[in-house]
């Protein structure tokens, strides 16, 4: 096997080689698109925290010159979407329980059945 052999195996690893290089460049390169992403992301999330900080200002000067209690709206939407949030897993459970007892029910009308 000598040097023809060795020569296969080194050719081997070196190919193996150049893949991993290909590979490393490719996650480089990824990396890099990620890293801008998240810099965009980051600038646009920026970009409407100042716009809806903005916009609420108004909204508050608005209702103030029309006598609207914000803090008792706010506290009333936050009370309402408590509320749903509570029917909504009350209603994702009661599904589950009869979901499950309809699949209790099924199984026992294979095994009755016979």
Excluded at 36 to 56: G, K, M, P, S, V
Excluded at 80 to 87: K, L, N, P, R, V
Aim: glycine fraction near 8%; avoid cysteine; hydrophobic fraction near 35%.
């Amino acid at each position: 096997m000598g040097i023809g052999g060795t020569a296969k195996k080194l050719q081997k690893v070196a190919e193996m080689a150049e893949d991993v290089y290909a590979r490393l460049n490719e996650l480089r390169e990824q990396l890099a698109e990620m890293r801008q992403t998240a810099q965009e992301t980051r600038e646009r999330i920026d970009r409407l925290e100042t716009e809806n900080a903005e916009q609420r200002a108004l909204l508050e000067a608005l209702a103030e010159q029309e006598g609207i209690d914000v803090e008792a709206v706010t506290a009333n939407a936050h009370i309402h979407e408590a509320e749903s949030d509570a029917d909504d897993a009350a209603s994702d459970s009661s599904e589950e329980t009869a979901d499950g007892a309809a699949d209790a029910a099924d199984g026992d009308d294979s095994t009755g059945g016979n």
